[in-house]
């Protein structure tokens, strides 16, 4: 389906999930979530590589100079740069330099995940001969 601006379906679906991601963060104090150590940590990798994903899915078909898992990786790790400094001021939440870790730590695996699947990417064995 060919969308006006040279959108497509990924673009759409990554501001989707800003936008629930600003949300969600919009609350005064966190939603409940399992309760094991760093639960919030794994909420946090999830959201954001499911972000630069989808910015992934989106630049696939351009012609960038830059590695494609960098633009993807940017963007997700500067918007969770900024929904933490939005969330030190919600009443109730805090910024955490943790949690902006947990970000960034979602929004390169994910992507690079996706790339290394696509384009065969095997981890070889070293040569054990001599």
Known sequence: MKLPLGLNIYWIL??????LIFVFSSFPSPMEIPSFTSADKLVHLLAYGVLASLIYCARE?????????????????????????HQYFVPGREADV?????????????????????????????????
Do not use: C, Q
């Not at 990554?14 to 936008?19: A, D, F, K, P």
């Not at 943790?98 to 095997?122: E, M, Q, R, S, T």
């Open 61 to 85: 078909k351009s012609r960038a100079i830059l590695h494609p898992i960098f633009i993807p990786f940017l963007i997700a790790f500067l918007y969770g740069v900024s929904d933490e400094i």
């Open 98 to 130: 943790f949690d902006a870790l947990a970000n960034a730590l979602g929004a390169f695996v994910f992507p690079l995940g996706i790339h290394a699947k696509k384009h065969g990417w095997k981890i070889k064995p070293p040569n054990r001969n001599p």
């Open 14 to 19: 990554s501001i989707l999930v800003m936008g």
